[in-house]
């Protein structure tokens, strides 16, 4: 199995060094080999776990928790650009295409 | 003795009898991290307010808090509102949580005094501590070797004794291997017995913060504390928490059945671990080998449960909200995050994350096995002593195949503790004590009469 780094790497949205995709790729390719040791175990029946301690539906009322929120001021504090009370995210449409 | 070496219990007797302040107390323990954290580097951000807190507290004292004037360390995954907390990633380098973590709230609920932040493998993703991206913790005992990690800068700062305790937090041996390498007492409780509001997430499916200490009794101190549901934390269990710090003695061993996994008995620890059973056992426990599933799939499912669950955890760094933005990540976090992202890609997410999951199954089916006839079971932390620096740098999977003999356990949610068991060249060898879901008491109470009848955990390094 082949992975394809840099195609993955735009999916993440995470950007590369020069040199990275090769040693990314390596890496991929030795633990990807290591990990076909599951291949040898016939599990077809066993139904998968995603949570370990068996809790089931565990919800809250649908309100607000005072005592947990965030005030606007404190929401905003550790972002880079504000504008009058709100994040600045950069521009993600290309007008000019 | 120092201050700074005192355990809780004897920190806490000195105090009330009035020997000793809580500013002389934080003032030792400040004094330690002075002197010889440039050397081991286990602190990223110390909190100035230690000293102003301490002698508010000496002028009012309330003994009714159980871990009241108790300075610690707190791994740099766990959020200190107004604090600097970065989980050793220079993505976040500048940021300053807006809230607690549940476990700090309970502990500062309790009366502790936080020094600082520990150093740790950068966002967690790693075994050796020497991933951070603020440079490697040192081991106290050899500092040409790992501390192990993550949790590297919390188990190097309690064996070199500058804090009390410190909280770590671990999601495949991040706790019990650090504690192992550097010869302290480390506790992971069940998953979900201690909330993971507020920490950094790596594997949102076995991180399970917990403490890192002197000995047994002072991991329960801490542990029951911090432990217990939290509306904050949906998969927090909500059990009643039944650790009792003060009844840990008087466990009776006479016919009890301790395991001996045989594929878990590995390395150079092999002979020390046999000697650990042998205390045991002239208690009249009923040491037995038995057969587990080889720990090379629990490797394999680890890596690729891991490496999913990372990817989805760190989608979330934008720079937008706080940190820097994506190309501030280091290679670990690359690394984790793109081949998690393969694992559950459509095509491939039978082939790999699901055949984990179900593999996981399998691993909980035999451990239930297991316990329904012994209490728990003995192995190695890790194989061998602490490695040395540079070790782990070019194996993309370093830290899954240091961890093998604890991530079963871990992806079956077990709890387990780490108790120093003998030295080979000057290094100490962690015996682990794993035992079933919640059964926390039974396994601290275990290593209490291990702590009782042995003295390896009293050895300090020489710094």
């Known amino acids: 199995m082949k992975v394809n780094v840099a195609h993955l790497a735009k999916l993440v949205n995470m950007p590369l060094k020069p040199g990275e995709?090769?040693?990314?790729?390596?890496?991929?390719?030795?633990?990807?080999?290591?990990?076909a040791h599951l291949n040898q175990l016939p599990l077809t029946k066993n139904k998968a776990t995603f949570q370990v301690t068996k809790l089931q539906n565990v919800w809250r009322e649908d309100k607000l928790q005072p005592d947990r929120g965030l005030t606007q001021k404190q929401a905003l504090s550790n972002a880079k650009k504000t504008y009058q009370g709100y994040f600045v995210v950069p521009r993600v449409i290309n007008y000019d295409a | 003795m120092m201050l700074n070496q005192l355990t809780i219990t004897e920190a806490q007797v000195g105090l009330r009898a009035k020997k000793f302040s809580i500013v002389e107390l934080v003032t030792a323990?400040?004094?330690?991290?002075?002197?010889?954290?440039?050397?081991?580097?286990?602190?990223?951000?110390?909190?100035?307010?230690?000293?102003?807190?301490?002698k508010v507290m000496d002028a009012k004292p309330d003994w009714s808090k159980p871990l009241f004037g108790l300075p610690f360390?707190?791994?740099?995954?766990?959020?200190?509102?107004?604090?600097?907390?970065?989980?050793?990633?220079?993505?976040?380098?500048?940021?300053?949580?807006?809230?607690?973590?549940?476990?700090?709230?309970?502990?500062?609920?309790?009366?502790?005094?936080?020094?600082?932040?520990?150093?740790?493998?950068?966002?967690?993703?790693?075994?050796?501590?020497?991933?951070?991206?603020y440079g490697p913790t040192l081991n106290p005992w050899n500092t040409a070797h790992l501390p192990g990690g993550s949790s590297g800068g919390s188990a190097a700062a309690v064996a070199a004794d500058m804090c009390i305790f410190a909280i770590g937090s671990e999601t495949a041996g991040s706790i019990r291997q650090p504690a192992a390498w550097c010869g302290v007492t480390g506790f992971k409780p069940t998953y979900g017995r201690v909330s993971r509001y507020g920490v950094i997430a790596m594997?949102?499916?076995?991180?399970?913060?917990?403490?890192l200490a002197k000995n047994t009794t002072d991991a329960a101190l801490v542990t029951a504390v911090?432990?217990?549901?939290?509306p904050c934390d949906a998969t927090s269990s909500p059990k009643p928490v039944d650790i009792h710090p003060q009844s840990l003695q008087g466990l009776s061993l006479k016919g009890k059945k301790i395991a001996l996994p045989q594929e878990y008995l590995l390395g150079e620890a092999k002979d020390l671990v046999l000697k650990a059973a042998e205390v045991f056992k002239q208690a009249g426990a009923n040491i037995k080998n038995v057969s587990l599933l080889d720990p090379k799939f629990a490797i394999d499912v680890y890596t690729l449960v891991q490496r999913s669950e990372v990817s989805s955890n760190l989608a979330r760094y934008d720079g937008i909200r706080y940190g820097a933005d994506r190309s501030a990540f280091s290679y670990q976090a690359k690394n984790r995050s793109l081949l998690g992202t393969f694992a559950l890609s459509t095509g491939y997410y039978d082939q790999y994350y699901k055949k984990a999951?179900?593999?996981?199954?399998?691993?909980?089916?035999?451990?239930?096995?297991?316990?329904?006839?012994?209490?728990?079971?003995?192995?190695?932390?890790?194989?061998?002593?602490?490695?040395?620096?540079?070790?782990?740098?070019?194996?993309?999977?370093?830290?899954?195949?240091?961890?093998?003999?604890?991530?079963?356990?871990?992806?079956?949610?077990?709890?387990?503790?780490?108790?120093?068991?003998?030295?080979?060249?000057?290094?100490?060898?962690?015996?682990?004590?794993?035992?079933?879901?919640f059964s926390e008491q039974s396994i601290l109470s275990a290593g209490y009469f291990y702590q009782s009848q042995t003295k390896f955990h009293l050895q300090k390094p020489k710094l």
Request: aromatic share 8%; with cysteine; hydrophobic share 40%.
């Open chain 2, 357 to 437: 999951q179900q593999v996981r199954t399998q691993i909980i089916a035999e451990f239930d096995q297991l316990f329904k006839e012994y209490e728990f079971y003995l192995a190695p932390v890790s194989p061998g002593p602490a490695l040395k620096l540079g070790t782990g740098q070019d194996n993309p999977m370093f830290g899954e195949i240091e961890d093998r003999l604890v991530e079963a356990s871990s992806v079956a949610g077990l709890t387990g503790l780490s108790v120093p068991c003998g030295f080979i060249d000057g290094l100490p060898i962690g015996l682990q004590i794993t035992g079933p879901q």
């Open chain 2, 203 to 211: 594997a949102s499916s076995t991180d399970s913060p917990g403490p």
């Open chain 2, 226 to 230: 911090i432990a217990g549901v939290d």
């Open chain 2, 73 to 133: 360390a707190l791994k740099d995954n766990f959020l200190t509102e107004g604090l600097r907390t970065t989980a050793s990633a220079k993505v976040l380098d500048d940021y300053l949580p807006q809230y607690n973590a549940t476990v700090y709230q309970r502990l500062l609920n309790a009366g502790a005094i936080l020094l600082g932040k520990t150093n740790m493998d950068a966002w967690a993703h790693g075994s050796s501590t020497e991933t951070s991206d």
């Open chain 2, 29 to 54: 323990c400040l004094d330690q991290i002075k002197t010889y954290d440039h050397k081991l580097h286990c602190f990223l951000t110390l909190n100035d307010q230690a000293l102003n807190q301490a």
């Open chain 1, 21 to 35: 995709i090769a040693k990314l790729q390596a890496g991929f390719d030795q633990t990807l080999k290591a990990v």
